[in-house]
């Protein structure tokens, strides 16, 4: 696998040392790429690229490496899988809202070690058994749909799922060096969109305009995956209290972390939150 692309080696995600983990995969291929005129694939690449940098927005630099394999893109996710899967349907839904048929994504996710080694430029590369069936997971994939293997669905099943997100049976395929590899499906169908407030199951402790403002002053800080976010915390049905630090939890930086504490309190007291600079550069 090229490791043209990759971002620069963070914290744990080094090179240095050769190290081995287990990850979370979420790996991607871009379909058709490879038929198309180069000026497409350089804008493909490029829009594609725009999309993933805004969905590990939420996702601390030192626990996730993204890696360029040419048709596509594989990220590694240190921390909780389910990180994984969030992205995944995330960027299948940005993808479509925004080119509809023109761009489709063929996706597969799987949990294993990987090895982090430096390529002829000294960056970091990801070789190794989870990056490989992670692959051979998404070949398995059709347009638009996401695949998983059987370690990695044992390792989400059990957790609070996004809203609208059904894992089923996909059954066993052997790839092309004779390995079974036993498929799950998350649910084909796009995520709905619909207004913030309407989203939310009826029960929210929260009024409408509270819970939609929450969101917004979320999304600041952390980008699109703030809509899953939202719906999964009030589908836990915390205590309205627990709700903020919750969510603040998915953000990264201090700063903004604190700056959303204090807005999510103004919020909650029905108080006009205090003007505030755009985020900091990233």
């Known amino acids: 696998m090229s490791g043209a692309g990759a971002e620069p080696a963070h914290h744990r995600f080094s090179a240095q040392g050769e ?3 287990q990850c979370a995969i979420l790996f991607l291929d871009l379909v058709g790429y490879s038929a198309r005129p180069v000026d497409d694939q350089v804008l493909i690449k490029k829009r594609l690229n725009l999309l993933l940098k805004r969905i590990l927005r939420g996702v601390p630099s030192e626990h996730r490496l993204a890696i360029d394999t040419g048709d596509g893109a594989a ?3 240190l921390g909780e899988p389910l990180a994984a899967l969030q992205s995944a349907l995330l960027l299948r839904e940005l993808l479509g809202q925004r080119y509809g048929q023109s761009l489709a994504l063929r996706i597969g996710l799987h949990l294993g070690p990987v090895r982090v080694v430096a390529d002829v430029n000294g960056s970091p590369n990801v070789v190794g058994d989870g990056i490989n069936a992670a692959q051979r997971v998404m070949d398995f994939a059709r347009p638009n749909q996401v695949l ?3 370690a990695f669905h044992d390792a989400v099943a059990h957790t609070d799922l996004p ?3 059904e894992l089923r049976e996909a059954g066993l395929q052997s790839d092309k060096h004779g390995r079974t590899h036993e498929l799950y499906q998350v649910q084909d169908a796009p995520l709905r969109t619909r207004e913030p407030a ?3 199951a009826a029960g929210s402790p929260l009024p409408e305009a509270q819970v939609a403002a929450l969101e917004r002053a979320l999304t600041r800080r952390i980008g699109p995956m703030a809509r ?3 719906e999964q915390a009030l589908a836990a049905a915390s205590p309205t209290a627990a709700l903020p630090q919750a969510l603040a939890a998915h953000i990264a930086h201090a700063a903004q ?3 959303f504490l204090e807005d999510a309190q103004r919020i909650l007291a029905g108080t006009p ?3 505030r600079p755009g985020p900091p550069p990233r």
């Open 19 to 21: 190290q081995t983990l």
């Open 75 to 77: 990220v590694c996710f």
């Open 148 to 150: 998983m293997s059987r």
């Open 163 to 165: 809203p609208h997100c």
């Open 198 to 200: 309407a989203r939310y």
């Open 228 to 230: 899953l976010l939202m």
């Open 257 to 259: 972390r604190e700056a």
């Open 273 to 275: 939150l205090k003007p």
